[in-house]
């Protein structure tokens, strides 16, 4: 039977807990000047997962884990898989009758147990070593892979200033905490520390109608996902072009830019994640900057596709600075703008707006895509596919002379089908009658004012 995922990294943890139990007596042994079977810490040999098929085995292979870093990332592991094992480091130092400060950790609100901290981490890797601490402050740097592939963080958990960073509590991400126990990919939830959605669509790429020009500029963005690597790294472009892909897609409301972002990475096995720009820069939370980057490194790490919408939002804000609204508000931007230029993956932004985007925004972008409103062949096929399923066209209907008679965009016609199918269900039958088009037809021009 095979073994799943969840049972591989059950297994592997524990050996890896059984290691760590073995590394912690022998610290503290040490530590205490008690007798103990090794002289360091460091001849305790960690677990072999070089053939290892468990998510946490091929993690530990994959960059290989140095001995210091194993121990960091079962550390922060412990308080989810085994919070008591950190216990015997509550012992009381008799001298000063409390605990030792030199283990760090700190009680969580409602975790029993020991959070550990960085100076947990020192303690245990580096004794009363000051060379080995100040080696160890590497490891959380923003450029170890701890951090730049989101695994683990040192965290303050409660805003404090001034404290040192060693004080700081070992935290490991959802996302990672995910993939090495249950073995879930993560995918993370819009929450305001996440601004951001994933999207997703019924439709396949053969229902997406655009005109040839559109469909070409498609085609690039399709081509750089799938060479942009090899363009880079193979054909020596990374020297002279900028890393990423930014696109801006604009034209009327329904002429498919959010259908289009959700196909290309539906097609490319990519998540696509909207992230709705007229909440995040409208709400001036000081915050905004810091759940920004989230997404972003989140979405660097895992070929995500940003897509941006409203991104209205933006172009509004950039001018006036009356208020000290404004003035954040252009800061985001400024934010925003730099941190879209140095995404390493696809970002797209849509929005409604036609022309006048400043200079200061085109040259960012790889490709302005305009959607305009569908052509009369583009419409007929919206129509024909619109209908094409369990209903009934009335002889009546001739959807040529209907897509004829009328500019609607394809978002306009699937409103035209609903409308329409409501009118069937009430008479409990499936035909449609062309007084049912028509009287849809004429409320989307209602509600584009023109009636
Ligand atoms: N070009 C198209 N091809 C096929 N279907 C389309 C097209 N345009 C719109 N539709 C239909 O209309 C729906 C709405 O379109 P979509 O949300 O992509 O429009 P949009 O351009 O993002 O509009 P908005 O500017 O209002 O965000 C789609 O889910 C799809 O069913
Ligand atoms: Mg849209």
């Known amino acids: ?103 760090g950790g700190i009680n969580g609100k409602y975790h029993g ?89 019924k ?66 096995g990519l998540d696509v994640y909207r992230i709705d720009l007229s909440m995040v820069v409208s709400k001036y939370i000081g915050e905004t900057e810091k759940n920004l980057a989230n997404v972003f490194d989140q979405a660097e790490n895992k070929n995500w596709i940003l897509f941006f919408d409203e991104a209205d939002a933006l172009f509004g804000k950039r001018t006036s600075t009356n208020s000290s609204n404004d003035r954040h508000a252009n800061q985001e931007v400024a934010f925003l703008l730099q941190k879209i230029e140095d995404f390493n993956g696809v970002v797209i932004l849509a929005s409604n707006l036609k022309g006048n985007l400043d200079e200061a925004f085109s040259r960012r972008f790889q490709s302005m895509i305009y959607f305009p409103l569908p052509a009369l062949e583009q419409r007929l096929s919206l129509w024909k596919n619109a209908f094409n399923g369990n209903l009934n066209l009335h002889s009546s209907v001739d959807l040529y002379r209907i897509a004829e008679s009328h500019e609607l965009a394809g978002g306009a016609i699937i409103n035209v089908l609903r409308h329409c199918a409501l009118r069937a269900v009430q008479r409990q039958n499936h035909e449609i009658h062309l007084r049912d088009i028509e009287s849809g037809i004429r409320k989307e021009q209602r509600k584009e004012g023109k009636a």
């Open 1 to 103: 039977m095979e073994v799943s995922t969840l049972e591989l990294n059950a297994r592997d943890i524990q050996l890896e807990l059984e290691w760590f139990r073995q590394v912690l007596d022998t610290r503290i042994k040490l530590y205490f000047n008690n007798e103990s079977t090794h002289s360091s810490i460091f001849d305790i040999t960690p677990p072999d997962f070089s053939n290892s098929e468990s998510n946490y085995g091929k993690l530990v292979s994959h960059y290989p884990m140095s001995f210091s870093e194993r121990v960091i990332l079962i550390m922060a592991l412990i308080p989810h898989v085994r919070p008591n094992m950190f216990d015997i480091l509550y012992t009381k130092n008799e001298n000063f009758n409390r605990g030792f400060t030199e283990f």
């Open 203 to 268: 439709l396949e790429w053969k229902d997406l109608i655009l005109n040839d020009n559109v469909r070409e500029e498609i085609d690039e963005i399709l081509t750089w996902i799938k060479h942009g690597n090899t363009l880079m790294e193979e054909w020596g472009l990374n020297a002279k072009i900028k890393r990423g892909f930014r696109a801006m897609f604009y034209g009327p409301p329904g002429t498919g830019k959010t259908l289009t972002a959700c196909l290309i990475g539906k097609t490319l």
């Open 113 to 201: 147990g020991m959070l550990p901290t960085g100076e947990t981490v020192n303690f245990i890797l580096s004794g009363e070593n000051l060379s080995s601490r100040f080696q160890l402050r590497y490891l959380f740097e923003d450029d170890h892979y701890f951090h730049l592939h989101n695994i683990l963080h040192l965290e303050p958990l409660e805003k404090g200033q001034g404290e040192p960073k060693l004080s700081n509590v070992l935290n490991i991400s959802e996302e990672y905490l995910s993939l090495l126990t249950t073995g879930k990919p993560y995918k993370p939830d819009y929450s305001t520390n996440f601004p951001a959605k994933l999207i997703t669509t």
